[in-house]
Structure formats: structure tokens, C-alpha cells
């Protein structure tokens, strides 16, 4: 069964500043995907970011950005230019045909 | 124009009864999922079904049996219910199984609380 690991519980950065959020994974598969979740304390889940382990090139969504390392099984999250909306908890999760598996998550705070 | 919605989002109730927890989504997905988020924020998924047919049955209880009438709805029966099922449930919906799209949607959740 695939695993996935969020080393960091919790971080805090100041706002405006970037940080980066750690996330590996473990499967024997070569397809699937990866994803990034947040979920503010409204409990909502909400997508961040998606990268197919096909493609090489790091996917990117405004000031989210992952750096995907296949051959290491690693997923980091990067958030540039920090705000204060971004305080969550961060899932970073594995899936292939539907089964998907969170990491235990980061929580994250910015500071002003 | 929710695209995935729970009802309710709050439950309280007493060891031993039974509820449900409904779900339903407006995308045209053909999949759709339960997943349990415990106290400690961890989330699991818990059943997952592709055009009504069962696809994942994680190790759950055989008190939680999922029902789902049509595409657009899964809801989530729970019996005798026991404090440790006290939780976050989410539905999520995908529009297949990854073969076309992988993203999931998920609900605003239904925190479950025995008493």
C-alpha cells in the first residue's frame, strides 16, 4: 500500500516570505498522481495544486509551486510571497485509480 | 450551485442509534467517495464507487454501509453508532477514476459527535 509522509507538523513563516512544505511519498507504481490540499480552519478541503507523475515539468499555480522529484519519491510544496489567507492545514496526498492517501498533514501559520 | 454537498454538517447524537449522513453532487461525476478525518486531522478514505458500484472498501466497520441510488448520491449509514466514531466525514466526487480526470471535490464535511 502506497504511504505518504508530512515530516513537518507544523510550520509558521512571516508574511510575505516563502516557504517550503515536505512531503514523500512511497509506491512501487510509475503512474499516479500527486496532490497538494489545504484546508482552513472553515474545515473546507480545497485543491492546490495537482502534478501527474508522468510529466517532469513542476506544476505551478500562481504562488504555488511544487518542486516533484520522481527518482526520490518527493513532493515539496513552495508558497511564495506568504499571506495571512494562507494559514491551514496542508495535506499532501498520493493517488492512483481513485484510491487516494493523505500524508498527516502540516499546519502552517503566517505571521504578519 | 454547490458542487458537492453534506447534510447535515453538524450531528450529535447517543451511542447505540443509527443515522446517515447524505451526499450529493452536481457535476456529472461517476465517482464518489467517504473518507473519515479523525481528531488528530488524519484522513483515510473509507469507501469509494464508480457508477454506483462499489470500487474501495477500506477496513471499516460493517456499521458504516454506504447506499447510493443513482450517480449524483451516496449517503453514508452508520449503526450503533460507538464513541470512536466520532469524526469529520467527507464526501468527495471525481468525474471518473482517474482515467480522464483525477481531481477530487470534496463536501464541507459533517462532524459527527457521540455522545
Known sequence: AQTVTQSQPEMSVQEAET?????????????????????????????????????????????????????????????????????????????????MRFGAGTRLTVKP | DTAVSQTPKYLVTQMGNDKSIKCEQNLGHDTMYWYKQDSKKFLKIMFSYNNKELIINETVPNRFSPKSPDKAHLNLHINSLELGDSAVYFCASSQDLGLVSETQYFGPGTRLLVL
Request: some cysteine; overall charge positive.
Open chain 1, 19 to 99: 516557504v517550503t512544505l515536505s512531503c514523500t511519498y512511497d509506491t512501487s507504481e510509475s503512474n499516479y498522481y500527486l496532490f497538494w490540499y489545504k484546508q482552513p480552519p472553515s474545515r473546507q478541503m480545497i485543491l492546490v495544486i495537482r502534478q501527474e507523475a508522468y510529466k517532469q515539468q513542476n506544476a505551478t499555480e500562481n504562488r504555488f509551486s511544487v518542486n516533484f522529484q520522481k527518482a526520490a519519491k518527493s513532493f515539496s510544496l513552495k508558497i511564495s510571497d506568504s499571506q495571512l489567507g494562507d494559514t491551514a492545514m496542508y495535506f499532501c496526498a498520493f493517488m492512483k485509480m481513485g484510491d
